[in-house]
């Protein structure tokens, strides 16, 4: 009698069905906002080390190195795993599409750079989860409505408050120039890049898929090297610089990669892009443990709204039509 009680206990059974529950949530979407959670750091620090590298060699000999090392490490990988090799050449067209517009971003804001500002390419970058809403629209379906779009609005007003520090006269005195437009087009290539990601996917191994967008983009890298008549200079690449690219390719590109479409896959590419309102905040985080600089007070209401906007867009279920 008490052995069938216990085995029908509600009190077990609810027990069971609550553990079983919470295992199936981290598996799934709480697993992947971890992933793109981290992603979002690693990709602040990436500005912090290509401030460490700019200047030494030409922008796009950096971006080229960048893929080939993060393909070379990834390589035994997929030489090791028969099923792997054979899937990489299906693979490989759709990622050659993704990569195009993950590089299109780099080689554009790196044009950018030489004819804007650093603040105005992050100011224009706030657009990017906007614009790629409207893109999911299109390609995927997905609805964007009134208090989504609210909530976009509420993104791009905290990351603009980090950015122009709280102060007016800067974001008045912002105006547009010829290095700002080609930053717009790395935006949009930025959107395109992230729909795309699951646009494209056909419940790909994501090894192979990460593998194959890291040859797509040395491929592009080379080809716009190529076109600009470029030298490499990799041999400049030595202590502290090398270290640098150590992170940009294998955490800020080889990781990165890998947990944005693990991400994208679970979550859809517009939540996972409205982890961006985090970016400037994060790099503000890093600044304070890495270079001993302060987080201004005036930071935080921008700070706090970008955290509102962006946990609130997960929350927001996607509606398709």
């Known amino acids: 009698m008490n052995k069938y009680f216990e085995a029908k206990s509600p009190f077990r059974y609810g ?51 960048r893929f080939t090392l993060a393909s070379f490490v990834l390589l035994p990988v997929i030489l090791y795993v028969k099923e792997y090799r054979r899937k990489v050449l299906s693979t490989l067209p759709r990622a050659l599409v993704i990569s ?28 990017v989860p906007f614009f790629t809403a409207l893109i999911s629209y299109v390609l995927l379906k997905v609805k964007i409505g009134m208090s989504k779009t609210l909530i976009y609005l509420i993104g791009a007003m905290g990351t603009l408050w980090v950015i122009f520090q709280g102060k007016l006269n800067l974001l008045i005195a912002f105006s547009l120039n010829q290095g700002d437009v080609i930053f717009l087009i790395g935006a949009l290539s930025m959107c395109f890049y992230a729909v795309l990601m699951k646009k494209l996917y056909k419940n ?20 716009i090297l190529l076109l600009k008549d470029e030298p490499l200079q990799w041999n400049l690449i030595q202590g502290g610089v090398a270290f640098n690219m150590l992170y940009l390719s294998l955490a800020a590109t080889l990781l990165t990669t890998y947990l944005s479409q693990k991400a994208t896959v679970v979550l859809g590419p517009n939540k996972v892009i409205s982890y961006f309102y985090l970016n400037p905040a994060f790099v503000a985080i890093l600044l304070f443990f890495f270079y001993d600089e302060t987080i201004d007070w005036i930071l935080v209401p921008g700070i706090m709204l970008s955290i509102v906007a962006t946990v609130l867009l997960q929350i927001n279920k996607d509606r398709h039509y």
């Not at 529950?21 to 912090?48: E, M, N, Q, R, T």
């Not at 780099?106 to 657009?127: K, M, P, Q, R, Y």
């Open 100 to 127: 195009f517009f993950y590089s299109m971003y780099f080689v554009c804001l790196f044009e950018a750079l030489s004819l804007t500002t650093v603040l105005n390419t992050g100011a224009l970058f706030t657009v």
């Open 204 to 223: 790909d191994d994501m090894i192979v898929l990460v593998f194959s967008i890291l040859l797509g983009g040395m491929f592009w890298s080379f080809l």
């Open 15 to 65: 027990s069971f069905y609550f553990i079983t529950k919470i295992k199936g949530l981290f598996s799934g979407k709480v697993k992947a906002h971890l992933y793109i959670l981290i992603a979002s750091i690693l990709v602040a620090g990436s500005f912090l080390a290509s401030g460490n590298v700019s200047g030494v060699i030409s922008p796009f000999s950096l971006n080229l190195f």
